[in-house]
């Protein structure tokens, strides 16, 4: 069976730049959430979906939005690119919205320049 | 102040040792807490649950103390494969979001 599945795994981009980043559930997992993680700290969450509607979101700018499609999959999307955005932005699964087993992708890691 | 602190290690141990480290948590309306596994440069895992009452998983024993808001992980029997970070996660009810540490690098050697 796929696991949590994610693209672009490698990305770089410049200042004032927009990133869309794409993750497809664990079929059967209704909730995705999304997680940013700058090197030597711990992930830190940035939204959560669940059946299409936000769930919740975390301390991050309006510059950060997702969306869930009809199929589960989701997209994370970075408006105006910092050199602070640079990080590995992972995406995790999960059969409720409210569990802490979730099924983290190998994550994308993006490069602001 | 931290939802979640950990000592960032690395605990450096040889194979069979016994090795224990705890997290510390702010927030007492904390409800579910679990230890993650990363190895470098991959994704999380889950590793456990940890439960009020204490558990164990083979050589892994986690514990929870609400009164000093701790939890902790110890690993007997250290093997190699052991060598990862280790990210403690606690969760307050009807909360979507889970808040991790900043791991504790644990490194067995030979």
């Known amino acids: 069976d796929a696991g949590v599945t994610q693209s672009p795994t490698h990305l770089i981009k410049t200042r004032g730049q927009h990133v869309t980043l794409r993750c497809s559930p664990i079929?059967?997992?209704?909730?995705v959430s999304w997680y940013q993680q700058v090197l030597g700290q711990g992930p830190q969450f940035i939204f959560q979906?669940?059946?299409?509607?936000?769930?919740g979101r975390g301390n991050f700018p309006d510059r950060f939005s997702a969306r869930q499609f009809p199929n589960y999959s989701s997209e994370l999307n970075v408006n105006a690119l910092l050199l602070g955005d640079s990080a590995l932005y992972l995406c995790?699964?999960?059969?409720?919205?409210?569990?802490?087993?979730?099924?983290f992708g190998e994550g994308s890691r993006l490069t602001v320049l | 102040r931290k939802e979640v602190e950990q000592d960032p290690g690395p605990f450096n141990v040889p194979e069979g040792a016994t090795v224990a480290f705890n997290c510390t948590y702010s927030?007492?309306?904390?409800?579910?807490f679990f230890w993650y596994r990363q190895d470098c440069r991959k994704e999380p895992k889950l590793l456990m649950s940890?439960?009020?009452s204490g558990n164990e998983d083979g050589r892994f024993t986690a514990q929870l103390n609400r009164a000093s808001q701790y939890i902790s992980l110890l690993i007997r029997d250290s093997k190699l494969s052991d060598s990862a970070t280790y990210l403690c996660?606690?969760?307050?009810?009807?909360?979507?979001?889970?808040?991790f540490g900043a791991g504790t690098t644990v490194t067995v050697r030979a």
């Open positions: 995790a699964s999960s059969l409720a919205p409210n569990t802490g087993e979730l099924f």
């Open positions: 079929s059967g997992h209704k909730s």
């Open positions: 979906y669940y059946e299409k509607e936000e769930r």
């Open positions: 927030n007492s309306a904390s409800q579910s």
């Open positions: 940890v439960y009020s």
């Open positions: 996660v606690v969760n307050k009810r009807d909360d979507y979001k889970l808040s």
